[in-house]
T-cell receptor
């Protein structure tokens, strides 16, 4: 099976930076997604990485190292609305998404 | 554009009853998926369909069945519900079943089996 690990919870202050790590061991690799999920809502797409390196999209950036089986999502200039769960998901050889359990980020004023 | 709709929003069901969760997308996506989300376990794939007329089993298919008669609809049926099927169910779709295509999720159905 697939093994995708990420921290359960993180807390940060408004305006700060938070880095959510994700490590994976999967049957092959065809890309890694990050999704955001607010409580009681559907997951929404944040980023996709398939090559090593950093992808930046406004306040959010995602990094991938395929050789280390590692990714992180960086949230800068945190806002209260960023309080949510962040889901790391890997596309393996069967082209199906396997999700980590998610990291709940709480932003405090 | 509605994207993906699911019905019902929530349901309380007696064990042993049959239940169909509905999912419809209007994006003409070829691939569709059903996931369940349980606390501490993340999203797990139940069944998928790469294109109309085909379906496949995901990680946790037991107790569930699906059909894909057309591009837009992908219903999930619980033939005889059990309490362990209490969960939040999300339907998703993507343009193709290829790895790089983003999956878009419906609003979810919260199901409680008593």
């Amino acid at each position: 099976g697939q093994n995708i690990d990420q921290p359960t919870e993180m807390t940060a202050t408004e305006g700060a930076i938070v880095q959510i790590n994700c490590t994976y061991q999967t049957s092959g690799f065809n890309g890694l997604f990050w999704y955001q999920q607010h409580a009681g809502e559907a997951p929404t797409f944040l980023s996709y990485n398939v090559l090593d390196g950093l992808e930046e999209k406004g306040r959010f950036s995602s990094f991938l190292s395929r050789s280390k089986g590692y990714s992180y999502l960086l949230l800068k200039e945190l806002q209260m609305k960023d309080s949510a769960s962040y889901l790391c998901a890997v596309i393996s050889n069967d082209y199906k998404l396997s999700f980590g359990a998610g990291t709940t980020v709480t932003v405090r004023a | 554009i509605a994207g993906i709709t699911q019905a019902p929003t929530s349901q309380i069901l007696a064990a042993g009853r049959r239940m169909t969760l509905r999912c419809t997308q209007d994006m003409r996506h070829n691939a569709m998926y059903w996931y369940r989300q349980d606390l501490g376990l993340g999203l797990r794939l139940i069944h998928y369909s790469n294109t109309a007329g085909t379906t496949g089993k995901g990680e946790v298919p037991d107790g569930y069945s699906v059909s894909r008669a057309n591009t837009d609809d992908f219903p999930l049926t619980l033939a005889s519900a059990v309490p362990s099927q209490t969960s939040v169910y999300f339907c998703a779709s993507s343009r193709t079943s290829g790895g790089s295509d983003t999956q878009y999720f419906g609003p979810g159905t919260r199901l409680t089996v008593l």
